[in-house]
């Protein structure tokens, strides 16, 4: 058996159920090409049955990815494999990705299915993909970590001789172990007939903390691709994060009988950026590979080892995920081509002239009131600026009075998209509370401000401040993230990115997800 471990990315699919992560169509789009960067061998790009607005992720997607297989998930119904198949036909290498419940708390509680009428659903499903022409099909055997072992080896046969030719077996619940995870596998290659003739793949959640050491227990056992996202985001707890089991393989390979995926490891730390950006959803300082203090050593003796000897405290390069070590420091006196320069080596380009004067001007402000520019701040100021979603509003002007003795009052000018000055004020318990409702006077849709929350990208007072929002509209959350030296500016202009997403979807232009869940119609 090759050691090669296929990488398969479902931060589209997966990663985007969880809670507030919703994307806007461009912003897959630009994931998805940053995907196809770090080397990913499938995306998952999303459900195309579950909304207008995934099917457009999907074959947009599917259009523009040039070597990675793009998969799209359905249910084991006729339908949802049609509008897949629709969805995919752009795609130079086309998978769908379709599957049932294989546990008996799934198909009694949520299927009402007997075993044997799920098996005849599933295997018709395969054979139904395999008449449209589909070469590539994914059998998912939903929370087969909970399933009888007999009743999963008879559908893993059944769905093999139908034509599946990857076996995805997820621990849907995050509730196996290591030990049992590689067990399941074991016992799937060992007693299913035609089992070496397919591709076994790790899907698991980390409902128990476990969803990394489960996937590698699964490759250890013979599981020859791992289903991830980036940063581990997705339902609940999340998924098994790529970058880990990645840099486990990569580190460690040996311990896993000389594993390796195909992974451009030096792409990873952008990747998890951009993905934390977009998504809305912060990495904790202490998440393995990624996370602000991954490579951060604080106590005298560690820092003291380090300078002596990297790999006294290191086990990973951090140049190795894309953390550059020689900061190149820009100043207001750095020109265009610098500037250009950087952010080309950071994986920023531009296809619009426009696009990167507006970097470039805001390059200018930032560094006029920091002197040092760091790529830390390059990366904020790009991300910032180049949001790709419509702008219904932008901050136009803003004015803030607080202090101990003074009531908190916010004026604020929006600029509207058909070009007008919209201007309002209103007090508050603190100035940004003061702001959200002066802007609310304005942009006057309901919602409910859940969760702020502040980073300073670099040290020192002077340093820029990232703010993520998130608004609760019914039962739609939306994130709008900003970055500004002034941190009322940037929660100002991270609500209204927020408030944007939220009208753009009202307005149903934005693409972003309806509804998308595998329930229990098949
Ligand atoms: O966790 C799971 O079982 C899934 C399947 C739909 C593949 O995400
Ligand atoms: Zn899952």
């Known amino acids: 058996m090759s050691g090669h471990v296929h990488i398969f990315d479902t931060t589209l699919r997966d990663g985007e159920q969880s809670p507030g992560a919703a994307l806007h169509i461009d912003e897959k789009l630009e994931i998805a090409r ?97 008449s449209l022409g589909c070469q590539d099909i994914e059998y998912f055997t939903e929370d087969a970590g909970r399933a009888d072992p007999d009743y999963l080896c008879r559908v893993v046969e059944g769905v ?47 409902d128990l903390g476990l969803a990394t050491a489960n996937a590698l227990a699964a490759v250890s056992a013979g599981a020859r691709q791992v289903e991830c ?51 809305g959803v912060l990495v904790q300082p202490n998440k393995a590979i990624v996370g602000a203090n991954a490579f951060a050593h604080s106590s005298g003796i560690h820092q003291d080892g380090v300078l002596k000897e990297r790999s006294t405290y290191e086990i990973i390069d951090p140049a190795d995920v894309g953390i550059s070590e020689s900061k190149i420091i820009l100043s207001p006196r750095s020109g265009r081509h610098a500037l250009k320069h950087r952010l080309e080596v950071l994986g920023h380009t531009f296809e619009a002239d426009d696009a990167f004067e507006k970097v470039y001007q805001r390059f200018l402000l930032v560094a006029d009131q920091k002197k040092l520019v760091y790529d830390e701040d390059l990366e904020a100021i790009a991300s910032d600026e180049v949001q790709i979603i419509g702008r219904a509003y932008e901050l136009s002007q803003l004015q803030v009075m607080c202090g101990d003795q003074s009531i908190p009052t916010a004026t604020v000018s929006l600029r509207h998209a058909n070009g007008g000055i919209l201007t309002d004020s209103h007090h508050g318990n603190g100035p940004v509370d003061a702001v959200y409702r002066a802007v609310n006077r304005i942009v006057n849709v309901p919602n409910e401000l859940i969760e702020i929350s502040l980073q300073s990208v670099t040290e020192g007072t002077d340093a820029l401040a990232n703010v993520t929002i998130r608004v609760r509209s019914g039962d739609d959350i939306y994130s709008g993230h900003a970055a500004h030296t002034d941190i009322i500016v940037a929660s100002t202009k991270a609500y209204v990115n927020a408030l944007n997403k939220l009208i753009m979807d009202k307005q149903g232009v934005s693409g972003r997800k309806e509804s998308a869940d595998l329930d229990g119609s098949v």
């Open 160 to 206: 093999i001789k139908a034509g599946a030719t990857v076996i995805n077996v997820p621990d849907t619940t995050g509730y196996m172990t290591p030990d049992e995870y590689g067990g399941l596998f074991a016992m799937l290659l060992n007693r299913v007939p035609g089992a070496v003739n397919v591709v076994f793949s790790a899907h698991c959640h980390n």
């Open 229 to 279: 996202t980036i940063n581990g985001i997705g339902e609940r707890a999340g998924n098994t994060s790529l970058e880990e089991v990645v840099m486990a393989l990569k580190v460690r390979g040996t311990q896993f009988g000389g594993a390796y995926t195909n992974i451009q490891t030096t792409e990873i730390f952008k990747t998890s950026r951009l993905v934390s950006n977009r998504t």
């Open 34 to 130: 940053q995907l196809e960067r770090l080397g990913v061998d499938i995306i998952e790009a999303g459900f195309p049955i579950s909304s207008p607005g995934d099917f457009e992720a999907v074959r947009r997607i599917a259009a523009i990815v040039d070597r990675a297989t793009v998969c799209g998930l359905t249910r084991a119904v006729q339908k949802d494999i049609d509008v897949a198949w629709d969805a995919l036909k752009g795609a130079k290498r086309p998978r769908i990705h379709t599957g049932l419940g294989v546990s008996d708390n799934h198909l009694q509680h949520k299927l009402r299915k007997t075993r044997d009428e799920a098996l005849e659903i599933g295997t018709a499903a395969v054979r139904y993909a395999k």
